[in-house]
């Protein structure tokens, strides 16, 4: 069988589809930045699945073996996340995600097929497409981030933390994406078949991104960016004197271990190193694997970790970070799979990223000079986003990269078997197949291009309405009222926008109508202690306090070391009457929270019920 033969424009919807997800965001809906990259994921990996069916078996043999093994993997997991999402409490967050996060079963499964695409597809002659992108996004991404610290941004967000969140929303999001790209930048400095003044460019691409991802103050990004080009340059060394390559092995593993004890707050690094949001990953991850272990099979939910964190977090969290803190993601991909998904679907990605390893082992192994050095510069850039996928979230603009990688690797490792053909006129390129990955791929992107829309509706929705929120003004109250009502009225609309409708109602003089839809969306998602703590303030003020101890008891259940609960519990009880109660809630509050400011109210409000 020959070559697989494929159109220019499949892998500028693969690679240029990857960038724009990455750079794209829109500063005028609710969700900016993950929303509408997980709408350009759809469209793009719709697109690809028309060109993947139509040339399902056109596979050369010597690729077909490792390619079925890829398949089979991929579809597995896909199948196993599939199942854990059917049985998903909340299924809208099952198939669409969580608020702000958008990592569920859709999100996933493009995943599938822009991996399956890259290893299909990619090849170490194509690999200064590889390079292009990356040189561009990584500009973009540094030139952004530079701007941004600078104060010269265009966008005046609501960020508390670093300035420099690039496109991807958050400094550690930031330094990972710019670490990826700056592996694979570094790289091309090194590849004989690219021009000199790109390899010039690279260099200087490469510094901007080092020094932006050094002022985002991002740990994660200089120990993957760091990690990628340590290995690169070990495997160059190696090739070049086996002497040279085993004493940079060496020193790297060195360099390497010293940097994890230092973000551990260990060792000679740790003043460099080390930020707390590290100590806090480990309740985050402990809590995820007590998830997983008390629901093994699917997990307790496919993105589901937000609403079983605080069953599951350990008392001392509650007291380091108080009683509101809170994470919807275990900042772990593997945990946050098996704690989500259960075995099946935390064991196949194992399994998955443990053939994408061996596969660019073995590509490495099979090629020689500078095919080689192209093999470990994808493995590298591969090796980079795995190592912020430890201390990390799948982030769409992020992991859309790392999931592109890890099938180029594969495909790296295969023969040159791949021809590409810029014209469809290209009579070695007619094939009576084309037709129906048109049509396929056609129909595939007008679906998703239709729930994109439908999707955006609800985000400007939300958008208009909040701008337009302002209880100070009753002239204002009826235009709230309106776009409130139309929010309300957009299909698929992101269950929190209903909640944040509902407050807002509430807080803006319709109570009923508010209390209404928090009451129905409690009943779509009984688990959810926003809507919970919300609907007990509420009816607290509204003088309601058999409703606001049946919500706080609730709260309790699925809370149960929040020091301020057990407090206002106490409170409600006390004015019910009820001292039995009311002592009960003092002494759990005392037992493990007595230091904190709730205990040390305690201690004034109910003098007489607290031990001395």
């Known amino acids: 069988m020959g070559p697989i033969r494929v159109r220019s424009g499949v892998l500028a919807w693969l690679l240029g589809g990857s960038s724009v997800i990455t750079l794209f965001f829109n500063s005028r809906i609710q969700d900016p930045f993950n929303s509408p990259k997980f709408w350009i994921l759809l469209v793009v990996a719709g697109y690809l699945i028309g060109h993947l069916i139509g040339g399902y078996g056109r596979v050369p043999g010597d690729a077909r073996p490792t390619l079925r093994i890829l398949i089979g993997l991929l579809t597995c997991f896909t199948l196993a996340l599939l199942a854990a999402s059917l049985v998903t409490d909340v299924p809208y967050v099952a198939f669409f995600g969580e608020y702000q996060r958008k990592n569920g079963f859709l999100t996933y499964a493009a995943f599938v097929i822009i991996m399956y695409a890259a290893a299909r597809y990619l090849r170490v002659t194509l690999m200064w497409r590889v ?365 929190k926008y209903a909640v944040m409708t509902g407050i807002n109602m509430v807080s803006n003089g319709y109570v009923d109508d508010g209390m209404r839809i928090l009451e129905r969306e409690l009943e779509r998602d009984p688990r959810s202690l926003d809507i919970l703590l919300v609907v007990a303030d509420f009816s607290e003020q509204l003088r309601r306090p058999e409703d606001a101890i049946r919500y706080r008891l609730r709260i309790d259940q699925l809370d149960p070391w929040n020091g301020k609960n057990h407090l206002q519990l106490a409170r409600l009880y006390r004015a019910q009457g009820d001292d039995v109660q009311t002592k009960a809630f003092i002494d759990r509050l005392m037992a493990f929270a007595s230091a904190t400011p709730e205990g040390e109210t305690a201690k004034k409000e109910f003098a007489e019920l607290v031990s001395p």
């Open 131 to 495: 390079y292009t992108f990356a040189m561009v996004c990584g500009l973009i991404s540094a030139i952004y981030g530079l701007f941004q610290i600078n104060g010269r941004d265009f966008v005046e967000w609501n960020n508390p933390y670093n300035a420099i969140i690039t496109t991807v929303g958050n400094p550690n999001f930031a330094g990972a994406v710019m670490a990826m790209f700056g592996t694979i930048v570094f790289c091309a400095i090194f590849d004989s078949h690219v021009l000199p003044v790109f390899r010039v460019l690279a260099v200087v691409i490469f510094g901007a991104l080092v020094y932006a991802i050094y002022l985002s103050q991002a740990r994660q990004g200089l120990l993957s960016i760091g990690l990628g080009v340590g290995f690169f340059l070990v495997i160059a060394l190696y090739q070049y004197r086996k002497a040279l390559g085993a004493l940079a092995g060496g020193a790297v593993a060195v360099v390497g271990a010293l940097a994890i004890a230092g973000m551990l707050q260990r060792g000679p690094l740790e003043y460099y190193l080390y930020k707390g949001s590290v100590s806090v990953r480990g309740f985050y991850w402990r809590a995820g694997w007590e998830m997983f272990l008390a629901n093994p099979l699917f997990g307790v939910g496919v993105d589901r970790y937000g609403a079983y964190f605080k069953e599951y977090r350990e008392t001392q969290y509650s007291l380091n970070y108080g009683f509101d803190l809170t994470s919807s993601n275990a900042h772990n991909v593997p945990i946050q799979l098996f704690a989500t998904g259960g075995i099946f679907v935390g064991g196949l990605y194992l399994l998955l990223m443990g053939f994408i390893a061996w596969r660019g082992f073995v590509g490495i192994y099979k090629n020689q000079g500078n095919a080689r050095l192209v093999v470990t510069a994808v493995f590298a850039a591969w090796l980079a986003y795995q190592a912020q996928s430890i201390v990390s979230i799948d982030n769409i603009g992020l992991a859309v990269w790392g999931w592109l990688l890890g099938g180029a690797v594969v495909g790296l490792s295969l023969p040159e078997n791949v021809e590409v053909f810029a014209r469809n006129g290209d009579k070695r390129f007619v094939s009576p197949l084309n037709l129906k990955q048109t049509m396929v791929s056609s129909l595939l992107v007008l679906l998703f291009l239709v729930l994109s829309t439908i999707l955006y509706r609800g985000e400007r929705a939300m958008f208009d309405q909040r701008s337009r929120f302002d209880p100070s003004n009753p002239e204002s109250r009826p235009t709230f009222k309106a776009y409130a009502d139309a929010t309300l009225g957009v299909p698929l609309l992101e269950m």
